[in-house]
């Protein structure tokens, strides 16, 4: 079997369980910390759009996809972590596939044995993690490189960074489309819902302009840095 | 360097300028729109001035909030929000909520115009972009129509709803001559059409004053003549096939061209210039397609009036249109411009 030699920039790939150096918790929490805001999977990378726009029309069915793709991801990064020398090459993409369906599967099960009426409501968006591109993206370029503690701190981070976004598109989508918060009405009876924020243009009117926001923080950051080293400089 | 007696001038070509630009465009759409708004006033009284108040204030406040940084307020001066906020008013019920018709005006500026890079960048007509988000934000509501003559200082519940708050129903309301006909097969005198004393949307009712304002912008050269003239001979066309067939079922062709907001839409937003085609031949293709669709929407659709969604999906085609039909180029020969492009 030719096995792909494990390319860790941190450790050796034989370094997990053994002494933790003190550079290394500094990279563990950088690899949890991209996913969250610097290389955000949905505001940075634009991906996983598909469940974003379907299942974000309440804060309650974003949250249990959030936490879905979370298990899913974390579960599936650490697996591929750990057999990382052993996946022969040719045939890497289909066994990731085989081993994400396979934590999918226990989601599914799962949702449907505890919260039935959530798995109703996102049907087959549930199985559809299987395909999510962020998962596979995250086995590709990142858990079968990384010892299992750096895949696993990117995991966490990456499905943290979607479930964030997830809650903040489904939030507002509820707030607006149907005038309440996790079915918490907000503004009373006589609220009148913009039937569209729970239709798909809503989904993707709202996600273009939580993009637009988050585009516009950073650029606005940047500048804010940029003039701060001026004044450094200028001080100097 | 600015001489106040040049005695002589030293300049390159062009020396012979057209006095349009585009504040002098919007400015004499604007002039046309007067009378429209005076008949509105007429019609359906304060309620209607109200309501186009308030989506005209929510577009000049969005352009003003998300204009240029550096100069802002600069993008105002050409008129294209005034315009666009009033379009927009016009389009909406006369007992429409002002919360509403406010963040209409915002959508139609905001998503319909800024967000792809301002004046002349948009895809689609932005009024139009406005009221297709209220349609599907608030789909009853865009469709309750206050009948005529309450008097000039009635105001409905409605129109004052609080933000947002729903609108109460205790409101009299009233059938549009195209609701009318779809759901009760009733046709409306096409006299009252002419004149306008039935219910629709604000600027939409009075067919007659329209066509005489059609008529002036075409003689001014304010917009393409073409663009109008495919539309209304097309619907006028495609109806009158389908009246003469069964006359029994489909309404007559004077009733498809007179009534809704066939002539509005057509006049002041189908010959939008920045959202229709560019050649002659595209144009024609552009107009024909509107009509197909307005009669297809208005007969076999879900909905009475069609006129709206035909032209923004027609405005989506616009581009490709633009490319398909490219004018052949002077000297270029008879070879065709795609070929050219390709190699």
Redesign the interface.
């Known amino acids: 079997m030719p096995s792909i030699p494990a390319s860790s920039p941190g450790g050796g790939s034989g370094s997990q369980g053994s002494g933790v150096a003190d550079g290394d918790w500094e990279r563990v929490q950088a690899e949890f910390m991209k996913g969250i805001w610097k290389e955000n999977p949905v505001f940075v990378q634009v991906l996983g759009m598909c469940p974003m726009l379907a299942v974000t029309n309440s804060a309650v069915n974003a949250m249990a996809m959030g936490a879905a793709t979370f298990f899913v991801l974390v579960g599936s990064s650490f697996l591929v972590s750990l057999l990382r020398n052993f996946i022969p090459r040719q045939v890497r993409i289909s066994t990731y596939i085989v081993i994400i369906a396979t934590f999918v599967t226990v989601a599914d099960f799962t949702l449907q044995a505890l919260l039935p009426d959530i798995h109703r409501e996102l049907g087959a968006f549930i199985s559809l993690i299987v395909v999510n591109c962020l998962i596979l993206g995250r086995q590709e370029a990142f858990a079968s490189k990384n010892t299992v503690k750096h895949a696993v701190a990117d995991a966490v981070g990456m499905a943290g960074g979607f479930a964030i976004a997830l809650l903040c598109l489904g939030s507002v989508r509820e707030i607006l489309g149907s005038?309440s918060l996790f079915g918490v009405s907000l503004?009373g009876s006589?609220?009148?819902p913009?039937?569209?924020?729970i239709?798909p243009?809503?989904g993707f009117?709202m996600l273009?302009l939580i993009l637009?926001f988050f585009n516009w923080l950073k650029s606005r950051r940047a500048h804010w840095l940029q003039s701060l080293d001026k004044l450094g400089e200028g001080a100097r | 360097m600015k001489h106040t007696a040049p005695g002589l001038v030293l300049r390159t070509a062009p020396f012979l300028k057209h006095p349009t630009d585009t504040p002098n465009l919007m400015r004499q759409v604007l002039l046309a729109l007067l009378p429209v708004v005076v008949a509105a006033a007429a019609f359906f009284g304060m309620a209607a001035m109200l309501v186009v108040g308030a989506s005209t204030l929510g577009a000049l406040a969005t352009e003003y909030a998300f204009g240029p940084s550096r100069n802002r307020g600069s993008t105002l001066h050409d008129g294209s929000a005034l315009l666009s906020g009033i379009l927009l008013g016009l389009t909406l019920p006369p007992s429409f909520p002002l919360w509403m018709a406010f963040l209409g005006g915002i959508v139609a500026i905001g998503l319909g115009k800024l967000v792809w890079g301002g004046l002349g960048q948009n895809l689609f007509n932005p009024a139009l972009v406005g009221r297709a988000f209220l349609q599907a934000a608030f789909p009853t509501t865009i469709t309750t129509w206050a009948p005529q003559g309450q008097g000039f200082l009635h105001l409905s519940s409605a129109n004052l709803a609080a933000p947002l708050m729903q609108a109460r129903v205790d409101t009299i309301t009233a059938a549009t001559p195209l609701g009318l006909m779809k759901f009760q097969h009733e046709l409306t005198p096409l006299w009252s059409l002419l004149v306008g004393n039935s219910p629709g949307s604000i600027g939409e009712t009075s067919s007659a004053l329209l066509i005489v304002l059609g008529l002036w912008l075409a003689w001014r050269r304010t917009f393409d003549w073409r663009i109008p003239v495919a539309i209304l001979v097309t619907v006028a066309v495609f109806a009158g096939i389908l009246w003469i067939v069964n006359p029994e079922t489909y309404p007559s062709p004077l009733f498809m061209l007179f009534s809704g907001g066939l002539l509005f839409g057509t006049l002041f937003m189908a010959t939008d210039p920045v959202t229709s085609p560019m050649a002659p031949l595209g144009v024609w293709l552009f107009g024909v397609g509107i009509g197909v669709l307005v009669v297809l929407i208005r007969l076999w659709g879900g909905l009475p009036e069609g006129v709206m969604y035909a032209i923004l999906l027609m405005n989506a085609a616009t581009p490709l249109i633009d490319r398909v039909i490219q004018p052949r180029p002077f000297g270029r020969g008879k070879h065709n411009v795609l070929e050219g492009d390709a190699r």
């Open positions: 005038g503004f006589g609220y009148e913009w039937v569209i924020m239709l243009p809503g009117i273009g637009l």
